[in-house]
């Protein structure tokens, strides 16, 4: 049984930061490609950051890049994300996902296989 569990989460005030993270049990971690998601309250759900499943290659969304930081360490099948920088329109629920392809560069929700509950990041202003 595939378990995603993400933690980190919290309140923080603008220009702060956090790190996430994502276990992942169950699931050949090394072989998927891993993404991070968030979805605030009346929004779609969408794509943050994603990661090759050997950690060669990383993606952003326009509205993170250079603020955010995703990285693995497969020895401990454990994603992260660093946000720096944080503003109040980064307030939402975020999510980690596995997707069963080495290739990580796609950030549609729908690639994705395996999803955590989430852990909600609040960004005061």
């Known amino acids: 049984q595939v378990q995603v569990v993400e933690s980190g989460g919290g309140l923080v005030q603008a220009g702060g930061s956090l790190r996430l993270s994502c276990t992942a049990s169950?699931?050949?971690?090394?072989?998927?490609?891993m993404g991070w998601f968030r979805q605030a309250p009346g929004k779609e759900r969408e794509g943050v950051s994603s990661?090759?499943?050997?950690?060669?290659?990383?993606y952003y969304a326009d509205s993170v890049k250079g603020r955010f930081t995703v990285s693995r360490d497969n020895a401990k099948n454990t994603l992260y994300l660093q946000m720096n920088s944080l503003k109040p329109e980064d307030t939402a629920v975020y999510f980690c996902?596995?997707?069963?392809?080495?290739?990580?560069?796609?950030?549609?929700?729908?690639?994705?296989?395996?999803w955590g509950q989430g852990t909600q990041v609040t960004v005061s202003s």
């Open positions: 996902a596995a997707r069963s392809s080495c290739y990580g560069g796609d950030l549609r929700p729908v690639r994705y296989a395996y």
């Open positions: 169950g699931l050949t971690f090394y072989a998927y490609a």
């Open positions: 990661i090759s499943c050997s950690n060669t290659s990383t």
